[in-house]
């Protein structure tokens, strides 16, 4: 498998991170809003999509800002 050059790291971590964190978030918050009903899947389907809009860019502009705040806690190697 060939693999993307390290300079789409940032990138593909904000779509990866941004894929795992929406959909529990979404489904979370989807659940608590409406409970089981019959067309949960649309609705959370519906509530990703949004956010995955939203927060992909987020995470890709916010993660650096969030690494240089964290840095200043954790001792880093």
Known sequence: ???????????VFSLVMGAM?????????????VGLVADFVARWLRAFAVAY???VPVIYFLAPLARRITA??????
């Not at 498998?1 to 990138?11: E, G, I, S, T, V």
């Not at 964190?21 to 608590?32: C, D, G, H, K, N």
């Open 21 to 33: 964190m929406i959909s529990l978030m979404t489904l979370v918050i989807t659940f608590v809003n």
């Open 72 to 77: 200043k806690f954790v001792d880093m190697p």
């Open 53 to 55: 809009v939203v927060g």
């Open 1 to 11: 498998m060939n693999k993307l050059p390290r300079n789409r790291f940032h990138l």
